[in-house]
């Protein structure tokens, strides 16, 4: 059986952390940024941690199974 290939899209959207969670980026930080709050914008900047729900099919497009 061939290799399974890793969905291009996902590895620019996701990144694996040393302990084996997935990284990524909010949403709503490209434009219209005019009505939001500095405080909103700024939270938006940081990365945060995947849902434990939505792992499975990530590692799957990452094809890390």
Do not use: W
């Not at 959207?13 to 700024?42: D, E, N, P, V």
């Amino acid at each position: 059986m061939p290799k399974m290939k890793t969905k291009s899209g996902a590895k620019k959207r996701f990144s694996i952390t040393g302990s084996g969670k997935i990284k990524r980026k909010h949403a709503y930080k490209s434009h219209i940024l005019t009505k939001k709050a500095k405080k909103r914008k700024r939270n938006l900047t940081y990365f945060t941690n995947v849902d434990k729900t939505d792992e499975k099919n990530i590692k799957l497009c990452l094809a890390m199974k």
